[in-house]
């Protein structure tokens, strides 16, 4: 993010018009342009196309799923939703719930220990900095597989498994090092003068960073939050692995368990369950479309 | 994450380095404590949760750990069972092998392609962005994964519509194995949204006196793309296929939902990943499944080795190099 301020005239601003020698170009290139508009406009549809069918489908009776080839239903099922939300042990507004819970658990956990660490790493100074500072960015890249069977092993031992406590815990303890490295590019684009007039008036780091840092952190804490948002609400694996309470299972875990006991026969609820499963991702899109674009064009985070 | 490169801000940003008191003061060793102490749940995440397991699961891989007896020193029998005596493993690397390399080329081309499209002054631009970015938030969800499953199953909407062109047996996709494997990469490469943002913030630096004295000097569009955009793009490029490919590795859900955790038919969907998941946690064999971590982690670590060796004859930096 800090990056981004300093080549703020070419990034910041993505939907000003960006090529103005270009349009001198524009009246010779009319035909093109429609021809393009056209190509895009139909590679759009391509590309949501096949949400666009699932939700269609979701409101179609079992058998017209199949055999139509229209989009919008002849009999409008409604009955799906109301089917889905009702088709296993516990109802779905359990298992959301269970999702929201675990979400809001590791948004807390992520802002909060990778802030204070990447604060350390940003601003203070102490020894093999350096070092550590290289450490944390050699974990980013490394595959949760290499630490996954003793991890289980030790949650296992702890008594910690079909509990919540694998899947938040971890975020407390900054191991989502990538917004460490995210911090500390924004926490580098404040102004130190703001720190060293702290100073002056006898503020310690703690104080520093709780009541000048932490605020002036927000755009990138916003980032952190949305992107910790959508990898948990989309996390299959290790909920997969931990969980194995129905009553506690999040929606990617009902979805699972909806295919696997109602088999190939029940499509229309299944989908109206995955489209709403969808809902929350495609609204949290819609209202921070600036800040997830941003996020993983200055730093490659995975969308 | 290395997109910085690109970008040059004016203070240098890579490594924590920077000012240095020549001194230490009692000040400079206050704060040097104060700095581990807000570290304090970073170095236990680090020593719990990174550093020890792996460590850990180093031990395991030699071991017969089943989670629930304690473990026995077998000394190379996982490593040398899996080479010699598995032909899943193998079968798992080859599925995953052909995913990767045909999945990470084909999505980088259309990110690039749709990117290069769109990077002009044009009416919709941001409506456009953001649908054909869409696919890559939703494309890992379980959601998708069941529609997938759906449309390409032997009933499906494809078939449905291959029958309604006349085609009166059409493959059965997810269910042959010559076709399985193909119905997940296009699953993957649908999700090319975040390389195609990444492509279009490269592309706005890309300085547009360039393209003036090439239009000056007469080459054509796709002169100026294959000789201005590609070339001082590479950085962008690269950083991409690390990221994808490091990615494509690891996937995990399209597989499991689509063959129903199986990896069928006839292992032809056994990512890698999934074989680990059944040998750890459907057949508890966590030492054997240990070893396979860490066979994956040299694949991905000898990849990405390979990808930045070759970077220094192609990827060129505008400063030269770092």
């Known amino acids: 993010m800090a990056i981004l301020e300093h080549s703020a005239p070419a990034s910041a601003r993505e939907d000003a018009a960006p090529v103005p020698t270009r349009s001198r170009q524009r009246p010779r290139l009319t035909l093109r342009r429609v021809v393009l508009q056209l190509f895009l406009a139909a590679g759009a549809l391509a590309m949501v196309y096949p949400i666009i069918w699932m939700a269609a489908s979701s409101l179609k009776p079992e058998n017209e799923i199949f055999r139509s080839a229209t989009l919008l239903p002849e009999i409008w099922q409604w009955q799906n939703y109301i089917d889905g939300w009702n088709g296993l042990r516990e109802p779905f507004e359990v298992f959301y719930l269970n999702s929201f819970i675990i979400s809001a658990l590791a948004v807390v956990g992520n802002l909060l220990s990778c802030s204070l660490a990447a604060y350390a790493f940003a601003r203070l100074d102490f020894r093999f900095r350096t070092l550590w500072f290289a450490v944390m960015l050699g974990t980013i890249m490394l595959p949760y597989h290499a630490t996954l069977i003793p991890q289980y092993a030790l949650y296992f031992e702890l008594g910690w498994v079909n509990t919540y406590l694998p899947l938040t815990v971890p975020k407390f303890l900054a191991t989502d090092a990538f917004f460490i490295f995210l911090f500390v590019q924004f926490i580098r684009g404040i102004p130190r003068e703001l720190d060293q007039a702290a100073k002056v008036d006898g503020a310690g780091p703690f104080r520093t960073y709780a009541l000048i840092i932490f605020p002036l952190l927000r755009p990138a804490l916003v980032t952190g939050a949305i992107f910790t948002t959508i990898w948990t609400y989309n996390d299959f694996f290790s909920q997969l692995v931990y969980i194995s309470d129905t009553a506690r299972y999040t929606v990617p875990l009902a979805l699972r368990m909806f295919l696997d006991t109602t088999g190939e026969s029940s499509w229309g609820p299944m989908f109206a369950m995955s489209t709403l499963s969808l809902l929350p991702l495609i609204i949290v899109f819609v209202l921070f479309q600036r800040q997830i674009v941003e996020g993983i064009s200055t730093t490659g985070l995975k969308g | ?322």
């Open chain 2, 1 to 322: 994450m290395t997109s910085l490169q690109i970008r040059r801000p004016p203070a240098p940003a890579t490594g924590a380095g920077g000012r240095r008191t020549n001194t230490r003061s009692s000040a400079s060793r206050a704060e040097g404590r104060w700095g581990y102490l807000f570290l304090t749940p970073w170095f236990v995440g680090l020593v719990v949760l990174t550093a020890g397991p792996m460590l850990v699961s180093l031990y395991y891989s030699f071991t017969d750990f089943s989670l629930l007896s304690t473990p026995n020193w077998v000394g190379l029998d996982n490593y040398e069972r899996m080479f010699t005596a598995d032909d899943r493993f193998f079968a798992a690397v080859r599925v995953t092998l052909t995913y990767v390399i045909v999945s990470v080329p084909l999505q980088l081309a259309f990110a690039l392609g749709i990117a290069v499209l769109l990077n002009r002054a044009l009416r919709g631009i941001s409506a456009y962005r953001a649908l054909y970015y869409l696919p890559s938030l939703l494309g890992g969800s379980v959601a998708v994964a069941v529609l997938w499953r759906q449309v390409f199953g032997r009933e499906g909407a494809v078939n449905v519509v291959l029958r309604g062109l006349g085609w009166e047996n059409p493959p059965t996709w997810i269910a042959d194995p010559d076709f399985a494997l193909y119905t997940l990469i296009l699953l993957r490469v649908w999700e090319f949204g975040s390389p195609m943002v990444i492509f279009l913030a490269g592309l706005r630096q890309v300085p547009q006196e360039y393209y003036e004295a090439a239009e000056v000097d007469g080459a054509s569009p796709v002169q100026r793309f294959f000789r201005i955009t590609i070339p001082v793009i590479t950085p962008v490029i690269f950083l991409n296929a690390i990221l994808q490919l490091i990615g494509a590795f690891q996937a995990f859900n399209s597989a499991f939902i689509i063959s129903g955790g199986t990896g069928g038919p006839l292992d032809s969907t056994l990512f890698y990943t999934l074989y680990l998941y059944i040998e750890g946690f459907t057949n508890f064999r966590m030492g054997y499944a240990s070893a396979l971590a860490w066979v994956l982690l040299g694949i991905i670590a000898a990849f990405t080795a390979v990808n930045f060796a070759l970077s220094r004859f192609w990827v060129h930096y505008e400063d030269g190099g770092r």
